[in-house]
């Protein structure tokens, strides 16, 4: 069956550190991966999507980026967080074939 | 103009009321997702339904793709069903999803 992970769940960082975050998915082969962020009280916001190995797409112009080096696995970083990196991101993947939709477990970040 | 649009925002009902959240999209679509989110949870896919109805239990979703709306129904409501739920859609091109900005749900003992 298909899972996906997520970690760090939580995650505490002062202004300015790094971060990375990191998704895999276990289960099937070649599929849609998703990195969303959700502030408090909002919507799901996209940030990057992957149709495969190094192909990334940026849906807003920010100080995170996306990679992917392996094809089940999706990282998101920065070099130097802002306040306002500050939410809960979510990775998701869809299958390719039959458009399922799943989600992890979700990291919140707290940046000081 | 936003391309998901769910109705209500927030709603509240008193345990073993009748629910019902709708949506409405304006994208060509051939799948409708609904997604629950427990507070400070991740997000679960519930249903994805391309016609007709599926059920889950006391979960009931409906879709009419000529008119491009939907429905979750939740029958006799548990205070345990209090979460968002959300309505999403990926659009026949591209390869990202429309999400509905979620209806929050509290069921009161």
């Known amino acids: 069956s298909q899972t996906i992970h997520q970690w760090p769940a939580t995650l505490v960082q002062p202004v300015g550190s790094p971060l990375s975050l990191e998704c895999t998915v276990e289960?099937?082969?070649?599929?849609?991966l998703y990195w969303y962020r959700q502030a408090a009280g909002r919507g799901l916001q996209l940030l990057f999507y992957?149709?495969?190995?190094?192909?990334i797409s940026s849906e807003v112009p920010q100080n995170l980026s996306a990679s992917r080096p392996q094809d089940r696995q999706f990282i998101l970083s920065s070099k130097k967080l802002l306040l306002s990196d500050s939410g809960f991101y979510l990775c998701?993947?869809?299958?390719?074939?039959?458009?399922?939709?799943?989600f992890g477990e979700g990291s919140r970040l707290t940046v000081l | 103009k936003n391309e998901v649009e769910q109705s209500p925002q927030n709603l509240t009902a008193q345990e073993g009321e009748f629910i019902t959240i709708n949506c409405s999209y304006s994208v060509g679509i051939s799948a409708l997702h609904w997604l629950q989110q427990h507070p400070g949870g991740g997000i679960v896919s519930l249903f994805m339904?391309?016609?007709g109805k599926k059920k889950h239990g006391r979960l009931i979703a409906t879709i009419n793709i000529q008119e491009k709306h939907s429905s979750l129904h939740i029958t006799a409501s548990h205070p345990r069903d209090s979460a968002v739920y959300i309505c999403?859609?990926?659009?026949?091109?591209?390869?990202?999803?429309?999400f509905g900005t979620g209806t929050s749900l509290t069921v009161i003992p």
């Open positions: 339904l391309s016609s």
């Open positions: 998701a993947w869809s299958e390719t074939s039959t458009g399922e939709l799943f």
């Open positions: 289960g099937t082969s070649n599929p849609n």
């Open positions: 999403a859609v990926p659009p026949n091109t591209g390869n990202q999803f429309y």
């Open positions: 992957s149709v495969g190995i190094g192909q």
